[in-house]
Each structure stands twice: as C-alpha cells, then as structure tokens.
C-alpha cells in the first residue's frame, strides 16, 4: 500500500452525549433482544460513565445491534430487507492513518467476498471532546477519478474530479484514465491527511458487455463490485461515529442509470443512442429510454456473467415491500423516502411506486452533514493554508450510487 502524507489535523466540533438518547437506545436494545433483565444494571453504568468522563462506550454487542437498526432505518436505501446479516466490524480503538486506511481494504476484502457481496460495515471511534478521531474524505471507499480535459470536460467520473484534485496536490499520481480509482483520504487528529493507493487485487471490477451487442464491449465501460459508503455518520445512543463504512451490493439502476447515464456523470447516452441507431434529434422519439434500458441490459447481464452480486430493481422492489410487511408485524414503523426509494428507471412499473411511506427519521441512524459533502469533493470544511483554496469546480448532487 502506498503512502503520502500531507498537512491539516482533526480539530475538535460540537460534542454532546444526549443522555436520553442514550437511555432511550439502551431500552430499545434490552428490549429487541430480550434482555430486559439487564437494563438497569446498565443504564447505571452509563450514567456514571457519563458523570465522570462526559461520554460512555457501548459495549461490543450494542454497536453491532446500533448498527443493524441504523441500517434498517435509512429511509433512502431499498434493499434492507437483510439488515440482520449485517457483519460489524469493531474497529473502534484503531486510530493510526496506515492502519484504518488497512482496515478499509480488509473491509472490502471481507464484502467483496469472491463476488457474493456481503453487507458490511467497519466502526472507527466516535467523536469525543476534542472531535473526530479520524474522518474517511472519500464518499466510498472505492470511487473512480475525474480529471478536466484541456478541450473542455471530464475525463473519468466528474463527481470525483475535487478529491482526485486534492490528492494529485498531496501527492497521488493519478494515470489520467476514465477509470482510475481514487486513493484513500485519511485525516487523524495527530497525523494530518495522508493518502493510501488501494492495491488493484483488493479492486474487483466488472467490465460490462451486452448479451446481444458485440460493440457494447468497445466501449471500454467497466464499475467496481462493491459499494461502501464512507463519508455517512453513524449516530448510535447520543454517540456519533464519523467514520464507518458499509456497504450492501448494488441495484442495477444504480449503476446503469445514475453513474453511467446521469448528465453530470459519465453521461454515456448519446454515444449509446448514435451507436443503436437510434433518431437523437428530439427526445420525443424516446431515445434516452431506448438507450438506456439497453445500458441496464448490460449492466445486469455482465455482474451476472463475472458472479458479482447484484440485484434488479424490480425484484429489489419486491423485497423491499416483503421487508415493510415484517417491521409492520413486528410492531415497528418503516421510515422511507419515496424518491429515493422508487428505481430511477421504470418506476411505476415497480411496486414501491404505488404507496406513500412513513417519513420520520428514527435514531440509530446514518446521516450526512455539510463538512462531510465538502470533504467528498476535496474542500476542507475550514480554512487550511497547506492545502491552498480553490472554489469549487463542479457542484453535484450525491448520487444514489
């Protein structure tokens, strides 16, 4: 693994254990796993905890469950249908930049799993009075690298084009293609920034063909196997985990409408429609659905070919309702919002189109600040005279993928 270090260090936030949070957390775990007989022996030991260092630490068991709930309540992911094989990984005393960007690789290692993608997710240490003990800048932990072309435009995924920026000036040395993937941007509170070089063999990518177009392959297009969101925060009984990558396995849509096709992305549409055939001249001869579904083709077909897991978004609509039915019957509600989790292709053909949702947002949860948004674009939050200042260079929307 390779590794460059650079300047900034992790400075201390606003930092509140919420004790009925906290409370309210150890009842619902107590509760969920049938260990009522043990609550308050344990709330005792919280609040103690808490009246002598300001914070408490959750037991092994309670992350791991924390976790789970957290991933059940995200109301912008369709497919927690599995929230329970969640695999936690406790890595919450590791604090030495080598070794969490190591543990990031591990942890794609431990998903990717030969290409049967498992739901993981690894636990670096909360925030504490004196802040973030280490913070993951990218939005995943594998994403590709946009670099500007002299003519004009992206070479490469333009959503990556601010963190490729600022590793390039901490000393990455990026190869300048359309699928280069970004290094890892670790900031520790005594070490700075520092960049690690995921090793390739720890990479599984899928080159994606047609099962009918021949030329599709010459296209070049390829997408990485495991989605492992970095830059989310997990909040857990008042404690909050900035750093905690997990990741489940893809929805097609995902890849072969967003990434691929979204005209902020690596908007492949118009090459795909010209190379069909198709009458590009207005969009009501229905090109881009043409295209587009043909895209989705390949997508599906080629992780199917390579074994990578991975769903469509018609039976992962399925699921999703099959999850709802459960959390109803288990006297729970199932917070969901609807325009993330209706497909961005086909939607009302898919049976999570046709209902309305509970919107409410329950704790444990993850969730997304404005200082982790402006890190995944490679903009530090505050004011950094060693990385120098530059506005940013192109504002995109989080991507469902």
């Given at each position: 693994m390779t590794i460059r270090q650079g300047g900034g260090g992790v400075r201390s936030g606003n930092w509140v254990v919420d004790?009925?949070?906290?409370?309210?957390?150890?009842?619902?775990?107590?509760?969920?796993?049938?260990?009522?007989?043990?609550?308050?022996?344990?709330?005792?030991?919280?609040?103690?905890?808490?009246?002598?260092?300001?914070?408490?630490?959750?037991?092994?068991?309670e992350l791991a469950f924390g976790a789970r709930v957290a991933w059940r309540n995200s109301a912008r992911c369709i497919g927690r249908l599995y929230w329970q094989s969640l695999q936690v990984r406790d890595r919450r005393d590791v604090t030495d930049a080598a070794e969490v960007a190591a543990e990031c690789v591990a942890h794609l290692r431990t998903a990717t799993n030969g290409g049967r993608i498992r739901p993981v997710i690894t636990v670096f240490g909360p925030d504490d009075a004196a802040g973030p003990p280490v913070l993951i800048w990218n939005e995943q932990l594998v994403r590709y690298a946009g670099h500007l072309r002299f003519e004009g435009g992206y070479t490469g995924d333009p959503h990556g084009f601010g963190l490729a920026e600022l590793a390039a000036r901490l000393g990455w040395q990026p190869p300048g293609g359309p699928f280069d993937v970004l290094p890892l941007v670790i900031e520790t509170r005594e070490q700075g920034l520092r960049v690690f070089e995921i090793p390739g063999e720890d990479v599984l990518e899928v080159p994606l063909v047609h099962p009918a177009l021949d030329w599709f392959a010459d296209l070049g297009l390829r997408w990485y196997a495991v989605p492992a969101i970095s830059h989310m925060r997990l909040r857990i009984g008042g404690l909050s985990y900035p750093a905690a990558p997990f990741n489940g396995w893809y929805m097609g849509?995902?890849?072969?409408?967003?990434?691929?096709?979204?005209?902020?992305?690596?908007?492949?549409?118009?090459?795909?429609?010209?190379?069909?055939?198709?009458?590009?001249?207005?969009?009501?001869?229905?090109?881009?659905?043409?295209?587009?579904?043909?895209?989705?083709?390949?997508?599906?077909?080629?992780?199917?070919?390579?074994?990578?897991?991975?769903?469509?978004?018609?039976?992962?609509?399925?699921?999703?309702?099959?999850?709802?039915?459960?959390?109803?019957?288990?006297?729970?509600?199932?917070?969901?919002?609807?325009?993330?989790?209706?497909?961005?292709?086909?939607?009302a053909l898919t049976a999570v189109f046709h209902r309305y949702y509970d919107d409410s947002r329950p704790r444990p949860d993850f969730h997304l600040d404005e200082a982790a948004r402006l890190r995944a674009e490679g903009i530090s939050p505050r004011p950094d005279p060693r990385l120098g200042t530059r506005p940013p260079a192109r504002r995109c929307p989080v991507s469902h993928g």
């Open positions: 004790l009925a949070e906290a409370e309210a957390f150890l009842r619902q775990y107590h509760q969920e796993t049938g260990r009522g007989d043990l609550l308050y022996p344990r709330l005792a030991e919280v609040r103690r905890q808490l009246d002598e260092t300001g914070t408490y630490r959750h037991t092994p068991e849509t995902e890849i072969g409408v967003r990434n691929l096709c979204d005209t902020d992305r690596y908007d492949i549409l118009p090459e795909v429609g010209r190379r069909l055939g198709l009458d590009t001249s207005s969009d009501r001869t229905l090109w881009r659905d043409q295209a587009l579904v043909e895209v989705n083709r390949a997508v599906l077909h080629s992780f199917d070919h390579a074994g990578v897991t991975i769903s469509d978004h018609h039976t992962e609509s399925e699921r999703f309702l099959k999850h709802l039915a459960r959390e109803e019957l288990a006297g729970r509600s199932c917070p969901a919002d609807w325009s993330w989790i209706v497909p961005p292709m086909s939607g």
